[in-house]
């Protein structure tokens, strides 16, 4: 018997006012990692179970290093998602991708450093494979969105995850965009990370708000800025969901093999996992890892 199709979706809070959504509710949970950055809102779209959450919190009180992406995760898989929308704001590293533009990603590049991207750890080890680290069926789903709603969108391209709070210096900006990436921004690697090994489908929406500091032709970027095309951006975004939804309820299977991720993965002996480490991560090996 196939699982009901339930769609997350990670993003700024205005993302989850959406004509048609109806029964909505909040949800708020503790998770085995800490609490998430917000209260879930559930809700139904076109027949489809939605959870939105915004990942800074509602006010955006939240710091890109300080987000608990495990327990937003773990938030997610325990209200029983199996595909995840993450809509973010970037810097533009391209020419081409002009501010108000989104680009469908489909590579990262880590420039973190100071942030847990893991749920496997403290006796418990997983090797899940990450070289395509975007669903494809998921990306498909939302470029062919995007097409119906005339939304600028750009096929593919690299997400730089940098740290921050802080915006680039120059010197930053310039040699990442000679590294060839076409995106910069804050949070979305590490929620790609563990969603992967939540066995979930995830694909980003990276909304290009600036040319970060590279570009001499236009301004540095200002926060007074990149949240003037944010705000135009968010409508765009709920257009896009909309449409992405009922592409998602036509294809309750995705095809993809996100949902297996662990089968292979979990390297530690299964007697040799600590109790605590077997309930802590229970939700997500407990249909591999048996007695």
């Given amino acids: 018997?196939?699982?009901?199709?339930?769609?997350?979706?990670?993003?700024?809070?205005?993302?989850?006012?959406?004509?048609?959504?109806?029964?909505?509710?909040e949800?708020?949970?503790?998770?085995?990692?800490?609490e998430p950055s917000d209260s879930f809102i559930t809700g139904v779209l076109d027949g489809v179970k939605m959870v939105f959450l915004p990942r800074h919190g509602r006010g955006h009180r939240v710091s890109p290093s300080e987000i608990n992406f495990r327990a937003n995760i773990w938030g997610m898989k325990r209200l029983g998602v199996s595909r995840i929308l993450s809509v973010s704001a970037v810097g533009s590293m391209r020419e081409d991708i002009v501010p108000g533009e989104f680009v469908v990603i489909d590579q990262f590049f880590d420039r973190t450093r100071h942030r847990v991207d893991t749920f496997f750890e403290e006796g418990c080890v997983a090797h899940v494979m990450f070289a395509d680290p975007v669903c494809g069926s998921l990306r498909g789903d939302l470029l062919a969105a995007g097409a119906e709603t005339g939304v600028k969108i750009h096929d593919g391209g690299t997400y730089v995850n940098m740290e921050g709070p802080q915006f680039s210096t120059r010197a930053e900006s310039k040699i990442y965009r000679g590294w060839g990436v076409d995106v910069i921004g804050m949070t979305n690697l590490q929620e790609a990370r563990l969603a992967r090994e939540a066995e979930i489908c995830y694909a980003t929406v990276a909304m290009a708000t600036d040319y970060d500091c590279w570009h001499?032709?236009?301004?540095?970027?200002?926060?007074?800025?990149?949240?003037?095309?944010?705000?135009?951006?968010?409508?765009?975004?709920?257009?896009?969901?909309?449409?992405?939804?009922?592409?998602?309820?036509?294809?309750?299977?995705?095809?993809?093999?996100?949902?297996?991720?662990?089968?292979?993965?979990?390297?530690?002996?299964?007697?040799?996992?600590?109790?605590?480490?077997?309930?802590?991560?229970?939700?997500?090996?407990?249909?591999y890892v048996n007695g």
């Fill in 1 to 25: 018997m196939s699982q009901e199709l339930v769609v997350g979706v990670i993003g700024g809070s205005g993302l989850y006012e959406i004509d048609g959504l109806t029964n909505v509710e």
């Fill in 27 to 34: 949800v708020a949970l503790s998770t085995p990692f800490g």
């Fill in 216 to 287: 001499e032709g236009h301004d540095d970027v200002t926060v007074e800025a990149v949240v003037e095309v944010m705000h135009k951006n968010v409508g765009n975004a709920r257009g896009l969901i909309k449409a992405a939804v009922p592409r998602l309820k036509a294809q309750a299977e995705a095809g993809c093999g996100c949902g297996e991720a662990l089968k292979f993965a979990i390297m530690t002996s299964h007697d040799r996992i600590p109790a605590e480490a077997r309930q802590r991560l229970g939700l997500l090996i407990d249909k």
